[in-house]
């Protein structure tokens, strides 16, 4: 082990000596181009950009981009970057991480790897963990870039498609997570090559990189469509779940159990006796009260695992939002899948909205993965550098500080309840205000935040409060939040680049103790990396400040994992009463301890997300590739349609003969198919095919269907049109099937976790029936695009036209067609009568025959 970690260190060593060399020779330009007037330093990006164009790569212009942005930088942002900075830019380059500690201007850092990618041109992403950090860099640095001739865009959830397009064709695009994810997804949704917003992936540089590649990579991305509802089983079941008698800490008796560790919830016997009863059912966990059993455990989930104003909140609006643990902030337009949503909106008593299904989903990892280029920055990243190194191929890399840090982080103060770990809060917090000092004080959740505001009022002590409710205000609170006895009360998104600036008289008080920014934590979060981020608030380039956590026995993180052993300890100090307290390194390196276990289990939860979504990443890489290719097709797309028919007639010949040859009833059938999907009435009959083998019976259908094909492609006139119909059958209907696989996907997903109690790996399992759906969905779509194309009615004088995605619409008009695919006008040109109940409806509405026009009364 010892040699391990010696070799570790003495490569960063090396790593950072390189780096050292390489930033002297960029400080070498530094006399010649501060002679330049603006003008021509301006003139130095064409200049480069020609070069680029010449053959000369991005590590060949870098010393004198990179001198060139810095010139820029002190001349426009009145900034200089410092030595640490250069060498930190660097390893941005080399699509890395450097590690560089709050406060060392990260910032200004990325503008110099920025600028020189951006001079490619094939558009450079700045990715950030929120809006307000996307707005607050993309105005301030954008001075920089566009004085250097480069366009810079904001990406936001706000803006139309077009303003998107807009955004993406920058040369710079500032934009978070999210939404960059999102606008993938939605641009493998439309219709035609213009509605597409983003280029192809070339260089994404990600602020807070532990925050967005790490900590919420366990969630993946979802598209969801409208699917049924059912608001009445879920008030049902929430009846049912308020009713339980119970505790955390469980007892015999109790209605249900709760695993603190998992935070998962459970029925116990007398729990599901009730159930039973209440319900009037037999037995719960009949097959048939599968889906009730599905909602009674969301319901149970909703009320006594997930908390209000932790794990959500609900707005003036009547509308429950997610909380996100790791910024604080509440999450505009996600919701929480398969149903939970819902059984939360039951709870709380605000309207249910309809339940959804997936339409497209992405893991960050398998996003941001697609980059030809990926870097990052952080201040807390080393702790996660196997994961970042196996998954992202990055390494990271510690930067030094540029002034060393004097902040004193204290021992954390441990309380036997929350009630005496709150009043000694209030008491430092007030001793500090007294004395003037600004004081930050953070909380895990909104909940926690307004009781400490409440405690701060009784206590005649002003302040702010900066959470998911009021997040509007917060460039105008930690604007003041290093003013001179500024108090503020902030959840996690305080610790996120944010930089809170000391006012005078703050720096150079009488007494050390109260120098500088004091950060107050008020409980631990389960990440150590958000600890470290809230410590380095304070202590910013060598500026004097102090940190103190508050812990007590009772906060969650200390309930799940670290309460016995802690408990222990308390006993062995022989400490009793509300006033207890411990200050100790020992303890706050037993909660360091249990905040590794939880981050271990996160690790498997990520882990575990990246392996199921790896199954399918190959199937969503072929069916997006499939569709961009028929999006941007320029040319007749039949020799694509001819291998689509021939699929489709081999596979429906060796359908009807399993053994290798049709008897009787085969033939029979293989004509009746044949005639409904293919060909015109009669133009196949059993005198033809019988003397044939099952190769000269594909051949002989193969050649029909060519000529009804042609005779279809006649009546579109021109290739302009023709083309136009090929491209939107195609893609209604691989949108409709591949919408239906990937729900049907995160449904098996759901379920796949029970046969490891038949001693079944799951995601074996999960594998093998992805592929074989897979295979089937494949021969869906060459189906239905094969029936389509013989069976549509098309006629001269109508028009087709795709709106809303992947559904195809006719409205009349004076050229062009009509498909089966959509015009309600045109129900009397199909014969429904030879169409079965369970196939798709010729209408082209995509459902089947006996949910569409095969209802009651439809026709």
């Given at each position: 082990m010892a040699n391990i970690i010696q070799n570790l260190i003495e490569n960063d060593k090396k790593q950072l000596k390189k780096l050292h060399k390489m930033a002297e020779k960029v400080e070498a330009y530094e006399v010649d181009f501060a002679a330049l007037p603006d003008e021509v330093l301006q003139a130095k990006t064409a200049e480069f950009k020609t070069r680029y164009q010449n053959g000369e790569t991005l590590d060949d212009l870098l010393y004198e981009v990179f001198a060139v942005a810095r010139e820029g930088a002190k001349r426009v942002l009145g900034l200089f970057p410092y030595h640490v900075q250069i060498m930190g830019g660097i390893v941005l380059h080399n699509g890395d991480v450097p590690e560089m500690r709050t406060g060392e201007g990260k910032t200004l850092t990325a503008t110099m790897p920025v600028y020189l990618n951006a001079i490619a041109g094939e558009g450079v992403h700045v990715v950030t963990v929120n809006e307000y950090l996307s707005a607050r860099d993309a105005t301030e640095m954008g001075e920089l870039y566009n004085w250097l001739g480069l366009t810079v865009g904001i990406n936001s959830a706000t803006k139309s498609a077009a303003e998107k397009r807009e955004a993406y064709a920058c040369d710079i695009t500032y934009s978070t997570n999210s939404e960059l994810g999102f606008d993938y997804l939605r641009d493998n949704m439309v219709t035609t090559f213009e509605e597409m917003s983003q280029r192809p992936l070339s260089f994404a540089l990600v602020d807070e990189v532990d925050s967005i590649l790490i900590d919420e990579a366990r969630t993946p991305l979802i598209i969801s469509g409208q699917a049924e509802s059912s608001s009445a089983l879920y008030y049902r079941a929430d009846q049912f779940a308020k009713q339980l008698n119970g505790r955390e800490d469980y007892e015999e008796g109790d209605d249900y159990k709760i695993d603190l560790q998992s935070k998962t919830i459970g029925l116990t016997e007398e729990g599901i006796d009730k159930a039973e009863k209440f319900f009037a059912i037999d037995n719960l966990y009949d097959l048939e009260n599968a889906a009730l059993t599905h909602y009674v455990d969301n319901a149970l989930r909703a009320n006594y695992i997930m908390l209000h104003d932790f794990d959500y909140m609900v707005d003036e609006n009547k509308e429950v939002l997610i909380v996100d643990q790791f910024t604080g902030r509440a999450m505009e337009g996600r919701r929480f899948s398969d149903g939970l949503h819902q059984a939360i909106e039951a709870k709380e008593a605000v309207p249910i909205q309809d339940e959804s299904k997936t339409m497209a989903s992405i893991t960050y990892q398998n996003y941001f993965r697609m980059y030809k280029k990926l870097a990052g920055m952080s201040g807390t990243a080393k702790t996660e550098a196997e994961e970042f190194r196996e998954i992202y191929n990055m390494q990271i890399i510690p930067i030094p500080t540029n002034v060393p840090v004097i902040r004193e982080d204290h021992p954390d103060l441990l309380y036997p309840t929350i009630e005496s770990k709150f009043t000694a809060v209030v008491a430092d917090v007030k001793d500090r205000h007294d004395k003037g000092q600004p004081i930050l004080i953070g909380t895990v959740g909104v909940e926690t935040s307004e009781v400490i505001s409440k405690r701060l009022v009784q206590a005649g002590i002003p302040h702010e409060v900066l959470n998911a409710k009021n997040h509007f205000r917060e460039a105008q609170i930690i604007m003041n939040a290093g003013q001179k006895g500024a108090v503020t009360i902030a959840t996690n998104m305080a610790g996120r680049g944010t930089d809170i600036k000391?006012?005078?008289?703050?720096?150079?008080?009488?007494?050390?103790?109260?120098?500088?920014?004091?950060?107050?934590?008020?409980?631990?979060?389960?990440?150590?990396?958000?600890?470290?981020?809230?410590?380095?608030?304070?202590?910013?380039?060598?500026?004097?400040?102090?940190?103190?956590?508050?812990?007590?026995?009772?906060?969650?993180?200390?309930?799940?994992?670290?309460?016995?052993?802690?408990?222990?300890?308390?006993?062995?100090?022989?400490?009793?009463?509300?006033?207890?307290?411990?200050?100790?390194?020992?303890?706050?390196?037993?909660?360091?301890?249990?905040?590794?276990?939880?981050?271990?289990?996160?690790?498997?939860?990520?882990?575990?997300?990246?392996?199921?979504?790896?199954?399918?990443?190959?199937?969503?890489?072929?069916?997006?590739?499939?569709?961009?290719?028929?999006?941007?097709?320029?040319?007749?797309?039949?020799?694509?349609?001819?291998?689509?028919?021939?699929?489709?007639?081999?596979?429906?010949?060796?359908?009807?003969?399993?053994?290798?040859?049709?008897?009787?009833?085969?033939?029979?059938?293989?004509?009746?198919?044949?005639?409904?999907?293919?060909?015109?009435?009669?133009?196949?009959?059993?005198?033809?095919?019988?003397?044939?083998?099952?190769?000269?019976?594909?051949?002989?259908?193969?050649?029909?269907?060519?000529?009804?094909?042609?005779?279809?492609?006649?009546?579109?006139?021109?290739?302009?049109?023709?083309?136009?119909?090929?491209?939107?059958?195609?893609?209604?209907?691989?949108?409709?099937?591949?919408?239906?696989?990937?729900?049907?996907?995160?449904?098996?997903?759901?379920?796949?976790?029970?046969?490891?109690?038949?001693?079944?790996?799951?995601?074996?399992?999960?594998?093998?029936?992805?592929?074989?759906?897979?295979?089937?969905?494949?021969?869906?779509?060459?189906?239905?695009?094969?029936?389509?194309?013989?069976?549509?009615?098309?006629?001269?004088?109508?028009?087709?036209?795709?709106?809303?995605?992947?559904?195809?619409?006719?409205?009349?008009?004076?050229?062009?067609?009509?498909?089966?695919?959509?015009?309600?006008?045109?129900?009397t040109e199909f014969d429904f009568s030879k169409v079965g109940r369970n196939e798709i409806c010729p209408c082209g509405s995509g459902k089947k025959f006996k949910n569409c026009h095969g209802r009651a009364g439809a026709l």
């Open positions: 000391l006012g005078a008289g703050v720096v150079d008080h009488p007494e050390a103790e109260y120098r500088g920014l004091a950060v107050i934590g008020t409980e631990r979060h389960e990440s150590r990396r958000i600890d470290n981020q809230l410590r380095g608030r304070s202590g910013r380039q060598g500026d004097p400040g102090i940190s103190q956590f508050y812990l007590s026995l009772e906060d969650d993180l200390m309930r799940r994992f670290g309460s016995e052993r802690v408990a222990a300890i308390l006993d062995r100090f022989k400490l009793e009463g509300e006033d207890a307290v411990i200050k100790s390194r020992m303890i706050t390196n037993q909660i360091e301890a249990s905040q590794k276990r939880v981050e271990g289990n996160n690790y498997d939860s990520r882990k575990q997300v990246l392996q199921y979504d790896d199954v399918i990443r190959e199937q969503r890489e072929v069916i997006y590739k499939q569709r961009y290719e028929v999006i941007t097709a320029d040319k007749d797309m039949t020799p694509q349609l001819l291998g689509m028919f021939k699929r489709t007639i081999d596979r429906l010949v060796d359908g009807q003969a399993p053994l290798g040859k049709l008897d009787e009833t085969g033939t029979q059938d293989l004509i009746v198919q044949v005639e409904s999907n293919l060909l015109p009435d009669g133009a196949i009959t059993t005198a033809e095919i019988d003397k044939l083998n099952l190769d000269e019976i594909k051949v002989l259908i193969f050649e029909k269907v060519k000529l009804v094909y042609a005779e279809q492609m006649e009546k579109l006139s021109d290739s302009e049109r023709q083309l136009s119909f090929q491209q939107a059958v195609i893609l209604r209907t691989v949108d409709t099937n591949w919408s239906d696989h990937i729900d049907q996907l995160d449904q098996m997903r759901q379920s796949v976790g029970l046969r490891g109690y038949a001693q079944n790996n799951p995601l074996v399992e999960y594998q093998q029936e992805a592929f074989a759906m897979f295979n089937n969905m494949i021969g869906a779509i060459e189906f239905e695009v094969t029936r389509l194309m013989m069976k549509a009615q098309i006629h001269p004088q109508t028009t087709i036209q795709q709106e809303n995605g992947p559904k195809i619409v006719t409205t009349a008009s004076q050229e062009n067609l009509t498909t089966v695919a959509a015009a309600k006008t045109a129900d």
